[in-house]
């Protein structure tokens, strides 16, 4: 069990974080439409940083096995053509992780 | 009002059942699973905090985390500044349910809808979240499942978000600028790569030059 005071704490927290990001530009609107820098990195940033969310994230369920990265790369492939197709977030979503699950559990590489 | 919510509703209740699902499976009480959904209400932090809580890390290091997977919220709020409601209560839970689909469907029906139908909109987004987690949650406390590989789920979400950026964006460079930086940041230090990488792409995004296109957006 994970203890649940601990638990909490952690809620509030990233509660509070995504609150603060989500409220900032309503709150510092002028100043961040005043930099041209802030434009700039709204343009770069989110596509970037996801990207990295997703190595990072496909990294690591790689180095929990030793059969090297394919069944990542076969899931990430597949999540990322059917929502560049279809558009349905839930469909890339299921798609992809039953198929991920089948590579891991069957064994196949 | 159903009819804009019925699609979220189809994404937010399985991925909310998967978030519950794992949360409990991981070893903490059912209840907290739809108490995070109520409070954090951010889909990718929420899966991303799952391993980290079951490693024990401070609360600190996951609060860092949660800036930088939702750092890309700070960037919608700044198109739909004049869209929201005046009133103070209304506006500010808007505010903190704005999730990416939220934001979508609002972007999308702003102009033309009252305070009550954006407040309405948003509230029953977030209801389906709560909704299939606390049914998540109340499955997992029951079932116990060994299936190598779940938690793939949060990967397959962030490649959908990926995907949504570079639609919107319509230009690669980021994309490709952020594979280099975690090829070259996995090979200095592969504990920090991540880190790493954010500060390289941060870097890069600081010195980029938008194309003409981006050029028009800059001048508004």
Known sequence: MIASGYLIGVIAAMGIITFALRALP???????QKHPLVHKLGQFLPLA?????????????????ASGPWPELLAVALVVLLQWRRRN????????????????????F | MLALSAPVAMGYIPLGMVFGFLFVQAG??????????????????????????????????????????????V???????????????????????????????????????????????AALNHTWWVL???????????AHVALAGLDFVLAALF??????????KKNAAPLWVALAAYALAYALAAPHALVI????????????????????????
């Not at chain 1, 309503?26 to 961040?32: C, E, G, I, N």
């Not at chain 2, 009133?87 to 934001?103: G, H, M, P, V």
């Not at chain 2, 490649?159 to 919107?168: D, N």
Request: proline share 3%.
């Open chain 1, 49 to 65: 940083i996801m990207t990295l969310l997703l190595v990072h994230s496909a990294t690591g369920a790689a180095r929990e096995h």
């Open chain 2, 159 to 168: 490649a959908v978000l990926t995907v949504e950026q570079w639609r919107t």
């Open chain 1, 26 to 32: 309503f709150v510092a609107a002028q100043w961040l």
């Open chain 2, 75 to 121: 960037f919608y709020g700044l198109s739909l500044l004049d869209a929201l409601p005046r009133r103070k209560l209304l506006r500010w839970y808007i505010i903190f349910a704005l999730t990416d689909e939220t934001y979508s469907v609002l972007t999308t029906i702003a102009p033309a809808t009252s305070d009550k139908q954006m407040t309405l909109i």
């Open chain 2, 197 to 220: 990488a954010i500060v390289l792409s941060l870097a890069a995004g600081t010195l980029w030059q938008a194309k003409p296109a981006a050029a028009g957006e800059a001048r508004r």
């Open chain 2, 132 to 142: 299939g987690t606390l049914i998540g949650a109340l499955i997992g406390a029951r």
């Open chain 1, 89 to 108: 977030a839930l469909l890339s979503i299921v798609a992809g992780t039953c198929v991920y699950v089948l590579l891991r559990n069957l064994n196949l």
């Open chain 2, 28 to 73: 903490a009480s059912w209840w907290l699973a739809p108490l995070s959904s109520l409070i954090v209400y951010a889909g990718a932090a929420q899966y991303m905090m799952i391993p980290m809580i079951a490693a024990g890390l401070s609360a600190g290091t996951i609060a860092l985390a949660t800036l930088i997977v939702n750092l890309r919220h």
